[in-house]
């Protein structure tokens, strides 16, 4: 599994953007994977931000709900993260990552994944 996370860039506090993570997948189905966003700021360790399950179910970090939406394009293979109502404290490299689906999980830590992208900058001015 290949990944390819795009869409990052210099917004102002309480903007939007949206992220994209496109899977090039051999052998087997993108459906078949969860799908993780992470990120990781200048001398901070990488945290969770949002999942996606196989099943669609999606899982969030307490600091980004009810602002950022995890979905899935499984035709496209692709993963999205919508960031809404932007905030300075949300500036860091963001990555996403795969895992073969395969058991019950919320899929928050990065150790699950075996797959990750190369990471997009994401950078909020206050």
């Known amino acids: 599994v290949q990944l390819q996370a795009s869409g990052g860039g210099l917004v102002q506090a309480g903007d939007s953007l949206r992220l994209s993570c496109s899977a090039s997948v051999s052998g087997s189905s993108f459906s078949a994977y969860g799908v993780g966003w992470f990120r990781q700021a200048p001398g901070k360790d990488r945290e969770f931000v949002a999942s996606?399950?196989?099943?669609?179910?999606?899982y969030y970090a307490d600091s980004v709900k009810e602002r950022f939406s995890i979905s899935r394009d499984n035709a496209k293979n692709t993963v999205y993260l919508q960031m809404n109502s932007l905030k300075p404290e949300d500036t860091a490299v963001y990555y996403c990552?795969?895992?073969?689906?395969?058991?019950?999980?919320?899929?928050?830590?990065?150790?699950?994944?075996?797959?990750w992208g190369q990471g997009t900058q994401v950078t909020v001015s206050s």
């Open positions: 990552a795969a895992v073969r689906d395969y058991r019950s999980s919320t899929y928050s830590s990065p150790k699950e994944y075996g797959y």
């Open positions: 996606i399950r196989w099943s669609g179910s999606t």
